[in-house]
């Protein structure tokens, strides 16, 4: 099954309101895309572009294109140093470093120091990474992994779709630490060194992305090879074959007295 088929599959099941996105790696950019700072500086925010916006073209970034890229998103996609005192500002600031501007993610630098040495090593798999719709992308690409973006319902059901295809039950599907870029990209597609393989990664958890991010979505990061046997596993999944509990037409009305008594 092809990458193609693989998000319309898994999208259309979902019911998302954009289309599946694809991460692939190149040697060069490829033909049609465009440097992604041309979309957007913040890599998530590009990733939710061209599954929401029809119109947006795929995007190239990498070591020789990451002019104008957030520097966080750089360095959590493998394509430079994460600066060391960022540890600060993901904390309790320091008054030397960004004014004392402080984000308060970890409740000191020490344990944002333990957060950031969690992933491993962060490295691009290839000279260039590249962001599409999944029908954007071409056949013979060699997809890394996908991003779902959609309502919470929707990702509850890609939850149960990972849980139908696979018997592991506390492994298959987690929702890691980290900045919103790396739930989309940085564990699925195989850029975290220490990032379990046969995983889905839900998210984001990091509230920075809420300014911009509808308070209803959630995304779905999944590899390559578990996103294609997802879609092998629909038809005979609940969500073919009861599609009416996934998504149900009529809905339990509770009583809000009784439930707060």
């Known amino acids: ?25 190149s040697d060069a950019p490829p033909a049609g895309s465009v440097p992604l700072a041309e979309v957007d500086r913040c890599i998530a925010r590009t990733v939710y572009k061209i599954s929401i916006g029809r119109d947006s073209p795929p995007v190239y970034f990498g070591a020789e294109a990451k002019a104008g890229i957030c520097p966080g998103g750089q360095g959590w996609c493998g394509v430079t140093k994460i600066p060391p005192m960022i540890s600060y500002f993901v904390s309790t600031g320091r008054a030397d470093y960004r004014g004392g501007l402080a984000e308060h993610l970890k409740p000191d630098p020490a344990s944002a120091e333990r957060f950031f040495a969690g992933p491993g090593a962060l490295a691009m798999p290839f000279p260039y990474l590249n962001i599409a719709g999944c029908d954007q992308a071409g056949e013979d690409r060699e997809i890394l992994s996908f991003v779902l973006i959609g309502e919470a319902e929707s990702i509850r059901n890609l939850g149960g779709l990972v849980q139908y295809a696979f018997d592991e039950v506390f492994t298959n599907i987690v929702m890691p630490s980290g900045p919103v870029c790396a739930s989309m990209i940085t564990y699925a597609a195989g850029i975290s060194e220490k ?9 984001p958890v990091d509230p920075t992305g809420n300014a911009w991010l509808p308070p209803g979505m959630m995304t779905l990061a999944v590899p390559f090879r578990m996103a294609a046997k997802m879609a092998e596993a629909i038809e005979g999944s609940f969500l073919g074959m009861r599609p009416e509990v996934a998504f149900p037409v009529k809905r339990l009305r509770l009583d809000e007295k009784a439930l707060h008594s």
Do not use: N, Q, W
């Open 1 to 25: 099954m092809d990458s193609r088929t693989i998000g319309k599959k898994l999208a259309e099941a979902a019911r998302l309101p954009g289309r599946a996105v694809c991460v692939f790696g």
């Open 195 to 203: 990032a379990p393989r046969h995983t889905a990664f839900i998210g």
